[in-house]
């Protein structure tokens, strides 16, 4: 793994050593518009537990100086908060008073204000998100827990995001260029999210109901909460429990035992039983290669690997112990490692592994327009065959189509590979065909929103309102790579280079 321990903070230096002993003083010469520094938080709103990470995030011009292209270099935690245990009122709904109040308490311990933050995420993972008012949660924070911070949820990003905080996407490049396959399992309060990792990359996920308080209950081991999944793992053991009804402790390790061969069944990928396919959340993992470390994070895993021994009335620690017997057995025969990150992995992954910072050749139409949030990436394809307008056009159009959408339905990123230059001539060729194809957008006021992978935003913004007078915001940048079925948030211009932070929302689906 590239990268060194200073005072008890990771630094991710990927390929540029020299960094750490270069001045990181913003003043000197060498670093005056060749680096941005970013301040990142991430803030976990899981089933069981919540919590927040302070990040530092260093990027630097990517290649020759002169380049718009930034590339993270650093990234350092700089504080971790307490961990909470989620508040709920009647297992239903998300108390959000004493939620805000952890989360603004944390900033102040942190020495931050919500105005100081650049960029991050806001997830609520596992059970949590299905909870009632989960969406207006995370809208809440995302407005008032900085001027740009994305609100993210849902399984395959959960996964890519604890894969990346966990330390397993580092783990699987290896050392001297001999990467390892990496199946990187964390496991949760509700739901256990599982990524494959190889050479760097997440190349599947699954999510299944598996998790620590799926049945919850008091000191006295009275149930307060039973979850959907939870019942379904009751009804399998016939135990037939209700709200207030006590638990044995042979009943919890039945539940555990339960659960944690589900597990197994996902992880060694085996014919699912009818109750493990009940409790799949994605497809189950269709990646038939050699597994050759496994990594859990999660909450869970503070039990896996000893670090953590307290009841908080679950079955975590139970659970825990069954997942280490059957990963000791001789025919799972992968061997476990401890990942550098276990319950924080998820929300070091959110505060520091979805950002992108643009090229400084952009262009935004006025001031105000930004920030923009979950915006769904549209990316046409253009043939090499002689371009038109008309081309260009059609291409766009059929963009949309692929994701049955009309233009104008909603506000979308139309993320171009532009191979054709800078020549004025196919710029303009390029302007007229997004005139075109967006008409309807244009007219309903939409903000056209363009991303480019090649240094031609600033041109071909100026070029759209001032020769094609576009009537609606716009904003072009640059030096962004995208795909379908991202989401990405654009945020505020960083003014001292000119740049804007953009947040990047993968969704990985399982290989077919």
Known sequence: MNGFEVHGHYHDFEGHEDIANTPMDEQHQIWAGERIELKSVGIDIGSTTSHLIFSRI??????????????????????????????????????????????????KEAGFAPEDIDTGAVIITGDAARRENAEAITALFSREAGKFVCATAGPNLEARMAAYGSGAVAMSKGVDGKGVTVMNVD????????????????????????????????????IVRIEEAGRLILAAIGLNLEIGDYVKP??????????????????????????????????????????EVVTFSGGISEYIYGHEDENYGDIGSVLALEIRQLASHPEFN????EPVEGIRATV???????????GSTIFISRDGVLPLRNLQVVTPRFQDTELTPESIKSAIELSFHRFDMDVGERSVALAMNWRFGPAYSALRMLAQGISSALKKAIEKKHPLVLVFDTDIAKLLGNMLVQEFSVECDVVSIDGIELQDFDYIDIGEVLTNVSVV????????????
Do not use: W
Request: charged letters at 20%; aromatic letters at 8%; proline letters at 5%.
């Open 334 to 337: 992968i061997p476990l490692k």
């Open 58 to 107: 260093v990027l630097l011009r990517k290649g020759a100086l002169l380049s718009s292209q930034f590339r993270v270099v650093g990234r350092e935690i700089t504080y971790r908060s307490k961990v909470l245990l989620t508040p709920f009122v009647g297992g239903v709904t998300i108390a959000v008073k004493p939620l805000s109040s952890f989360i603004f308490k944390t900033y």
């Open 250 to 291: 042979e009943e919890e390790q039945k539940m555990a035992k339960i659960l944690a061969n589900c597990l197994f069944e996902v992880m060694e990928r085996k014919d699912l039983s009818p109750l493990c396919y009940r409790l799949m959340i994605t497809p189950p993992l269709a990646f038939t290669g050699r597994v």
């Open 348 to 358: 070091i992954g959110a505060s520091q592994y979805t950002v992108q910072v643009s």
């Open 187 to 222: 496991i949760g309060g509700g739901t256990t999210k599982i990524a494959i990792v190889q050479n760097g990359s997440v190349v599947e996920t699954v999510s299944l109901n598996v998790g620590a308080r799926l049945i919850a209950f008091d000191e006295a081991r009275h």
């Open 501 to 512: 932070p953009v947040a990047i929302k993968s969704l990985i689906f399982a290989a077919r």
